[in-house]
């Protein structure tokens, strides 16, 4: 790297260390520390005994000398990373939800921005904006809409009312988390296939034509292998925000389908405040990801080499 | 000999723009047929017409006899050599050449030798593994060669396939292909804008401009008979002046009457005079010839070009004598190396090119 590089490389380094170093290493900290008491010779105080000290304290408050008869220590600990374990079923929930939800994205995805990379260009730019339509509105009011249309006595059930069928239980299902995820990030699937579709040459298409190969064999060894590192960077962008959603959970699933997101948003800003356990979940979810996003990768590299001997 | 595909009357338009005019076209069994002609004259979509990517408005394109105007890509005996060699960039030199036998299910084992025949064919032995983006212009360009080849279709079609190389590794994959033409007995329908490649490799020539075919003969018919100023014009340099026939055999141009092997004009018919710059021979100036000026002589190698003026027209010359600017020297040429040519009217050439083609049958 030149010189003249690393100076223009500087603000964002900045802006990295602050905004993507820093909070990931608090998180670190925070996820393998916990707060302890100890009283003024350094022995570790249990809950009973700080909660007695703090009581006299507070009760002698008004005395001259006041200075603290416990000390607060933050101290290294496994305990937060042990107590994930606990959490084990909310995670796998999540991460279930977030593979079907990622799983009907693809499904949906894959055809339509096939479709619209072979469309004239004019149309390929309105359906675009098509797909990119609903981004422009606030999320919480896209998935707000979503309990209208879902409720019990909603627009969904309302319609089905009128030809006679229904009601239905709608929301608060995990099916209904799992249509909140597809509907709000379906465009983070469509758009990077549609960006590494239109790049796929026209005339390598027809050379494998040329060569004998029917429109099937021309998806399976030319588009689809061609197209796999579109379809990695969909399912990252697809899973990731699916598997830490806590709103779209929150709103359509009713509470009792607690995801891995709400468990954290509880750390944080719930009842069951506790942000040294939050860091560790988010720590463990944060592992999690890059294990699968390097599976991914791993798959479509392999793809890259391979794939047209795949199928 | 057999005739294995035959264009009739087929007509293509782009956006309202005419790019194939009638085309009338028979390839004959183990042909090496070149499509001939400047750039966006429609040879590429001739031959995709062929091939069965492009659809003509109208016309028939038949395979032995069979219409096929309709049968896509896939199911046509014909392999391409594409402009932009257009290989599997997710796929190793390998893999690539082996696409179409993969798809045509041959044994894995045979596939290995095949291949690797090709690779030998295309004098890229080891290059297996090599990922194809990592290959020059030129050893992509045999790589789609081979990819085709391999195959052993019935008709092969190439689409300005030594487009990117050198001229050196150019005169010998000309060589090459010509020698491969002829030992795997395959037709070739060869696209090139290139006439010295036209002329070195083909059995047929067919020249087109703007849509229409301009002429088809055999090479030496091409470069001794052009059948018209512009064809005359492209393939090599030409001296083209205006003139009148005043009846068979005897001509007007440049301010004298010629005695000439032409016959079957109109009287006074104005017409196209054109004489190659090989066949004018510098000689003393005299009453006998028509004189002229020196304006340039520039050294091109093998012989000097030089350029007279004469009776007010340019003419160019190739000669291995030099001359000196500013002398008088005269022009000499026989009877025979007089070509006429009806003044170009696209109307008459498109009659033109059926008769030509109509002939050439006859002949074979
Ligand atoms: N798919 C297409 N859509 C619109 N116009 C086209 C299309 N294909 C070809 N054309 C036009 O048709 C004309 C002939 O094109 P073609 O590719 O056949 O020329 P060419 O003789 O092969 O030229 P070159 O030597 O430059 O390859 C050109 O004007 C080109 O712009
Ligand atoms: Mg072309």
Redo the contacts with the bound molecule.
């Keep these: 790297m030149t010189s003249k590089s690393k100076f223009l490389a500087a603000p964002y380094l900045l802006w990295m260390i602050i905004f993507i170093v820093i909070p990931l290493a608090l998180i670190v900290v925070f996820a393998f520390t916990t707060t302890v008491y100890t009283d003024l010779e350094g022995n570790l105080l249990s809950n009973e005994e700080f909660d007695e000290l703090r009581i006299e304290y507070d009760n002698f408050y008004d005395m001259a000398d006041n200075e603290l008869p416990y000390k607060k220590q933050t101290v290294f600990t496994l305990t937060h990373i042990m107590e994930v374990s606990n959490y084990v079923p909310v995670l796998l929930n999540s991460v279930w939800l977030a593979i079907i939800a990622t799983a009907i994205c693809l499904l949906i995805g894959y055809p339509l921005a096939y479709l619209i990379s072979r469309m004239r260009y004019g149309f390929q730019k309105l359906m675009l904006m098509m797909v990119m339509l609903p981004m422009w509105m606030n999320f919480l009011l896209r998935t707000y809409a979503w309990m209208t249309l879902l409720e019990r006595n909603g627009w969904i059930n309302k319609l089905l009312g009128l030809v006679g069928i229904g009601p239905f239980d709608m929301i608060n299902t995990q099916g209904a988390v799992v249509l909140g995820m597809v509907y709000n990030y379906l465009p983070y699937m469509i758009l990077p296939l549609y960006s590494i579709m239109t790049k796929i040459d026209n005339r390598t298409i027809e050379a494998a034509q040329d060569l004998g190969a029917n429109s099937l064999r021309v998806f399976s060894k030319v588009v689809l292998p061609l197209s796999m590192p579109g379809v990695a960077s969909g399912i990252t962008m697809v899973f990731v925000p699916s598997v830490s959603t806590f709103i779209i959970s929150r709103m359509l699933g009713g509470g009792t389908n607690m995801l891995i997101g709400d468990l954290i948003d509880l750390q944080f800003l719930g009842n069951a405040y506790n942000p040294n356990l939050g860091s560790a979940i988010s720590l463990v979810l944060l592992v999690f990801i890059l294990l699968c996003m390097s599976i991914t990768n791993q798959l479509n590299n392999e793809d890259n080499m391979d794939g047209g001997m795949l199928l | 000999m057999e005739t294995i595909i035959e264009i009739k009357n087929v007509s293509k338009e782009?956006?309202g723009?005419k790019?194939l005019k009638g085309i009338n076209l028979s390839i004959h069994d183990n042909e090496f047929m070149t499509l001939l002609?400047p750039?966006?004259?429609?040879?590429?979509?001739t031959l995709r017409i062929i091939g069965g990517f492009v659809t003509p408005d109208d016309g028939d394109v038949f395979f032995y006899g069979k219409k096929i105007n309709d049968v896509p890509p896939y199911k046509r005996p014909v392999n391409t050599v594409f402009?932009k060699y257009a290989l599997f960039p997710h796929l190793n030199v390998y893999d690539n050449i082996a696409f179409g036998l993969r798809i045509s299910k041959v044994p894995e084992n045979e596939i290995r030798q095949r291949v690797a025949e090709m690779l030998e064919l295309v004098n890229l032995m080891g290059y297996e593994k090599r990922s194809v983006d990592n290959l020059s212009g030129g050893q992509q360009q045999r790589i789609a060669i081979a990819r085709a080849l391999v195959n052993s279709p019935k008709v092969l079609l190439l689409d300005?396939p030594l487009g990117a190389l050198d001229l050196q590794l150019r005169k010998e994959m000309q060589i090459e292909l010509k020698k491969i033409q002829q030992r795997l007995k395959i037709t070739f329908i060869y696209?090139t804008?290139d006439q010295e490649e036209a002329l070195t490799m083909s059995d047929t020539v067919v020249v087109m401009n703007e849509g229409i075919i301009q002429q088809i003969g055999t090479p030496q018919d091409i470069y001794n008979e052009p059948t018209n100023a512009f064809v005359a014009n492209f393939i090599g340099e030409s001296n083209i002046l205006p003139g009148i026939m005043h009846r068979d055999y005897l001509v007007e141009f440049a301010g004298n009457n010629f005695d000439c092997v032409d016959a079957g004009f109109a009287p006074m018919e104005p017409v196209d005079v054109v004489i190659r710059p090989e066949d004018i021979k510098l000689v003393e100036a005299s009453d006998e010839v028509l004189n002229g000026v020196v304006e340039t002589v520039t050294f091109k190698g093998v012989h000097y070009e030089i350029v007279v003026n004469a009776y007010s027209d340019y003419w160019v010359i190739q000669s291995t004598k030099s001359a000196n600017v500013g002398d008088i020297v005269g022009l000499s040429f026989t009877p025979e190396d007089i070509h006429i040519m009806h003044k170009s009217k696209p109307a008459r050439q498109s009659r033109y090119s059926r008769t030509v083609s109509e002939d050439m049958a006859d002949d074979k």
Excluded: I, L, M, P
């Design positions: 782009f956006n723009e790019v002609g750039s966006g004259c429609g040879k590429t979509t402009q300005e696209v804008h």
